[in-house]
């Protein structure tokens, strides 16, 4: 597997998702908007699911509400975030709003 373009699309994803701190969760709507193309989150799953990098928190971007959304191991992926403190339920996260992580800050756009 090569490395994205620089500037690329899966470039600023990748960007975005490292910046995720533990013990948070971003939507993948939410990194689509933050790598600059807000319509993009189905893109941005197709990202996460081909990464192998273990630089990239993939298991920290979630579906909207809270949900646990696509991972190639769903429990890998519930177990990753309880780990880090994150306790994701069947359907959505009974305190979304507090674990949900976004940034204004546009300079993440240019790694």
């Not at 597997?1 to 013990?23: K, N, Q, Y």
């Not at 928190?57 to 429990?75: I, T």
Request: aromatic share 6%; net charge positive; glycine share 10%.
């Amino acid at each position: 597997m090569s490395a994205p373009a620089p500037g690329s699309f899966e470039t600023r994803v990748l960007h975005v998702v490292r910046r995720i701190p533990r013990g948070r969760v971003a939507t993948y709507g939410d990194v689509a908007t933050m790598a600059g193309r807000p319509r993009a989150w189905r893109a941005v799953g197709t990202i996460m699911r081909t990464c192998r990098s273990p630089s990239v928190p993939c298991h920290r971007v979630v579906a909207a509400g809270g949900r646990l959304g696509g991972y190639s191991d769903p429990l890998r992926k519930r177990r990753l975030l309880r780990d880090e403190g994150v306790v994701v339920g069947p359907t959505t996260h009974p305190q979304f709003a507090a674990i949900l992580w976004t940034t204004l800050d546009t300079s993440i756009l240019n790694p």
